[in-house]
């Protein structure tokens, strides 16, 4: 079957993305349940909420902060409420971030005494990690908290920050057993240097520890909300074992699978953050709307920079999705001019040639532009979604988020 034309696809793709392709994905949280929620606890200024290690701990958090800033192009003010000033979203959350490492570290260290579980467990918990996921928590648990009237972090709200490094760690695990993967943010992939079998059983591990803590936070919504990102992350890997034989299948099924692998973890822990501050249905689910679309459009940049970016700026070998079979967004668009990718595609590239080939077509095409041009579709609604919120610093950084989600490089 030929490829339809991009106008038809890109009209296909822009329903697709609509709220009600997700309808049945979304959990509506009554205002009656967010008002029994237990009260949260402010977070002392400065403090910690457990104590952190302290081996190389300086140079591991210079480290992340550097790697975190070099990506921004902000420059740095503290503003107070004041929406014109220019804001820096890594320097606005440093304090709230700078021990959330050392902290995870702990506690899988000391929920178990088996030493190489805890090593491979903490493995990618160096603070190598761009520490995305909790930056969207924390500003947007500020943001709403200020949209409330209150100006703080509840210690709940972190604690959901840490779940999101934690569930987004796991699935880290899971993926490199699955793709047998060899490269990682730059060094030997956690299967690279452990036995399959012990990667897969310390996986399992983080999402237990990160289960108890989430019980800690003694809120039955947010249970709910944070159990569905790990339903849906099983389900997203069940998807992407599967392919759809035609064009508008295909781009439902991996619109759907996107959503499912990442932007649902950002989605819903945005959204236990907003059910954590009381407020109403409708704040929740702004909430979790902003976070579906930046997660969505997280994808779609991570998608296109396989095509583009250098193996040491991705730390990880580029067009590995090709590799692995697997046909994104860039693909998907370049079908329209080169109707020979759907036989690739079929075959999951598994020819010989079928790597280097699909990898030539997709820079022939208009492919690469159509994916940021639906990337940053996602990125405006999820912009306007944060101009309703009150006027903050932290307001203003979700808004800057989006901005540095198309542009990032890595």
């Known amino acids: 079957m030929a490829c339809i034309g991009s106008s038809r696809l890109c009209a296909r793709v822009e329903r697709l993305c609509q709220y009600g392709h997700f309808a049945q994905l979304r959990r509506r949280v009554s205002t009656t349940a967010c008002v029994k929620s237990r009260p949260a606890t402010t977070r002392a200024t400065g403090g910690a909420l457990l104590q952190p290690c302290q081996q190389n701990k300086t140079n591991t958090r210079d480290s992340r902060i550097g790697l975190a800033r070099a990506t921004s192009t902000m420059q740095t003010q503290m503003p107070g409420s004041l929406p014109d000033y220019q804001i820096d979203p890594y320097r ?57 009237g209150r100006n703080d972090l509840s210690q709940s709200q972190r604690q959901v920050a840490m779940i999101s490094e934690m569930v987004h760690s796991a699935s880290l695990l899971h993926d490199d057993v699955i793709d047998q993967s060899d490269i990682r943010r730059g060094k030997p992939s956690v299967n690279a240097v452990w036995s399959q079998k012990k990667v897969a059983m310390a996986g399992n ?25 790990v339903s849906d992350l099983v389900q997203g890997e069940f998807m992407q074992l599967g392919s759809k034989e035609t064009e508008n299948e295909r781009f439902a099924h991996y619109l759907t699978k996107t959503y499912r692998k990442t932007a649902s973890l950002i989605a819903n822990c945005v959204k236990a953050a907003a059910i954590l501050s009381e407020v109403d249905d409708r704040t929740i689910e702004m909430a979790y709307q902003y976070g579906r679309n930046v997660g969505l459009a997280f994808q779609l940049v991570d998608d296109l920079l396989d095509f583009v970016a250098s193996s040491t700026a991705m730390g990880k070998p580029t067009a590995a999705d090709l590799r692995l079979g697997l046909a994104t967004a860039p693909v998907l668009f370049a079908c329209e001019r080169y109707p020979e990718l759907n036989v690739m595609i079929m075959r999951r590239f598994q020819e010989p040639g079928d790597v280097e080939r699909a990898f030539e077509l997709v820079h022939e095409s208009n492919g690469l532009e159509q994916t940021r041009f639906l990337a940053k579709k996602h990125c405006a609604e999820a912009s306007k979604i944060a101009q309703s919120f009150a006027k903050s610093p932290y307001q203003r950084a979700l808004i800057i988020m989006t901005d540095l989600v198309i542009n990032r490089m890595k």
């Open 205 to 229: 591990y983080i999402l237990s520890v990160a289960c108890m803590m989430l019980s800690r936070i003694q809120n039955d919504d947010v249970t709910i909300t944070i159990s569905q990102i």
């Open 92 to 148: 606005l959350v440093e304090d709230d971030i700078k021990d959330l490492f050392d902290e995870i570290q702990l506690e899988l260290i000391n929920n178990t005494s088996q030493e190489e579980l805890q090593s491979i467990s903490t493995y990618y918990f160096d603070g190598q990690g761009k520490a995305v996921r909790p930056m969207f928590t924390i500003l947007m648990a500020r943001a709403i908290n200020y949209h409330k």
